[in-house]
Structures are given as structure tokens and as C-alpha cells.
């Protein structure tokens, strides 16, 4: 043991036992990791119990990757936020260009639509997004992921003419993933060895922000003024709670003729009356 004496004041160095650091924060890596991870094996399963295409499961699981970022486009950091503001202003800017693909027949004004788009989202909302916001705030709570929900939902009914499920399923992929983030923020708050844990406990799975109630009470209404724009959950619920849709999934979750053995695809599809009715339709 080796002292330091300073200013009459003894102190023991840190050599070659430094004191414990406090555990990090969940990273950019580790959300986009788990954002991958959940979504992916959440779009496999809805498609292998007939309620998507292979197509449609490729989108759910995009989606369910940019909500797992969605939380920290309030973030004061680089790499992340620019990531995510990137991909959400590029995924906005060809929902606006599928909106008005039958307004303009010429690609050059569909491109100009999609640069146009692109630039505001990415660099007018993003300067008021830095401005307005602080991280941690109102976007990693729970009416934030509710919000986002409901928001996917009614563009994806509203600008791309998706059905009730088709819409219902997006926007709950998106709030999958926006969920999982919370979560791991919670997870990396606490630390289950040390039995302690950070001051960031409890500030991602939160259902108000103490101290701005107005902002609270804004990011509700929000939720019900959106609420109203939304398609009509009921197909999407009484899809979701099909028993028929249970049981494919016990049939499906392991391999009732061995392992690893090619067979002919039996899960339920659209043809045999899951996805009543069609997309054109609802």
C-alpha cells in the first residue's frame, strides 16, 4: 500500500486497485443489436403463422429496427442521433413520394418530393428536435411508444391505403421495438451483482415527467388526437386472439418431423381465411 502526501492531506492511491467506475449506459450498439434481434424473430413468427408475407415480414422488420432508436432522437450525441433522424427522414420522405405517386406521373417531380421531404425532416426538424428537447425527457416514456404506435398506424391507413391489420401490425412492430429500448434502458440501470443503481433508474418506463405537466398533458392528447385518425382496431384484435393463430404458433414453434428436415409449407395464409379481408379492402 503506497500513500500520496498532498497539501498535508494523505491520500491512498488508486494503483493498483482503481475504484469502480459506474457501469455504462445502454449504447447505440446495444439498442440497434436488440431492435435487430427482437424484431427480427417477431416478423419471422407473424409470417410463419400466416399473417404476413415474406414481403410484409422484410418491412416489420425494418420498423421494428427504427423503433428501437426512435427513443433517442432526443439525444445531444452524435453517431446516434444522426443515424436515427437519417433513417426516419428517409423512411418519411418515400412515404410522401408513394403519396403523391398519382399526383406526379414524372419521376424528376417524385424525386424533387422525396429530396424535399427528406432535407425538412432531417434538417429543420432535426435543429428543433435539439433545441426543444432534452434526452431522457418525454420520448423514453411509455405515452411516447403509445404515441408512435398510433402514429405508424394512421399514416401507413391514412397515406399508404394499408388495411386495419396491415396498419395495426406496422405500428405495433414500430412500438415493439421502441419498447424494447425502453427496457434496456431500465435493465442497464440497475446492477444486479452490485445491487445498486444508477439515478437514471426509472426515467425510460415512466407515464409522465415530473415537473412538466404541460408537456405531459400535450403528448396525451396527442395520443387521443391521433387515436381518432387511426383505422379500426377490430380486425386487427380479433386476428391477433384467433385461436387458430395460437395454435399454428405451438405447431410451429418446434419441428414436429425433425430437426432440419425440408417440408411443404402447412402454416395458415390469407387464401384459408386468417387475413379477412384482403389488403385492397378494409
Not at 217 to 233: E, F, K, N, Q, R
Request: aromatic share 12%.
Amino acid at each position: 500500500m503506497c500513500y500520496i502526501v498532498r497539501d498535508t492531506t494523505t491520500y491512498r492511491a488508486s494503483w493498483p486497485n482503481p475504484a469502480p467506475q459506474e457501469d455504462p449506459l445502454a449504447t447505440f450498439n446495444v439498442h440497434f443489436s436488440a431492435g435487430l434481434t427482437a424484431s427480427g424473430i417477431a416478423a419471422t413468427s407473424v409470417m410463419l403463422v400466416g399473417l404476413a408475407t415474406a414481403h410484409q415480414m422484410v418491412v416489420y422488420f425494418l420498423l421494428g429496427i427504427v423503433g428501437s432508436l426512435l427513443p433517442d432522437v432526443d439525444s445531444k450525441s452524435s453517431a446516434p442521433v444522426h443515424v436515427t433522424f437519417a433513417l426516419l427522414s428517409t423512411l418519411l420522405a418515400f412515404v410522401a413520394m408513394f403519396y403523391l405517386a398519382n399526383a406526379f406521373t414524372s419521376v424528376a417531380e417524385l424525386l424533387l418530393v422525396w429530396l424535399a421531404t427528406y432535407l425538412v425532416f432531417r434538417w429543420f426538424v432535426f435543429f428543433l428536435f435539439n433545441r426543444l428537447t432534452d434526452h431522457r425527457g418525454l420520448f423514453h416514456s411509455l405515452p411516447a411508444a403509445a404515441l408512435a404506435i398510433v402514429t405508424t398506424a394512421a399514416v401507413a391507413h391514412r397515406l399508404l391505403d394499408l388495411s386495419a391489420l396491415d396498419a395495426w401490425m406496422t405500428g405495433c412492430f414500430v412500438g415493439l421495438g421502441y419498447l424494447v429500448h425502453l427496457l434496456l434502458d431500465e435493465l442497464y440501470s440497475v446492477h444486479l451483482f452490485g445491487m445498486r443503481h444508477r439515478r437514471s433508474l426509472g426515467t425510460a418506463l415512466k407515464v409522465y415527467r415530473k415537473g412538466h405537466p404541460v408537456a405531459t398533458l400535450s403528448l396525451y392528447l396527442a395520443i387521443v388526437g391521433t387515436l381518432l385518425t387511426t383505422p379500426d382496431p377490430t380486425p386487427f384484435v380479433q386476428t391477433v386472439v384467433d385461436p387458430k393463430v395460437r395454435t399454428e404458433f405451438q405447431n410451429r414453434f418446434l419441428p414436429s418431423e425433425g430437426w432440419f428436415r425440408p417440408r411443404p409449407t402447412s402454416g395458415l395464409t390469407a387464401e384459408q381465411g386468417l387475413r379477412q379481408p384482403p389488403l385492397s379492402e378494409t
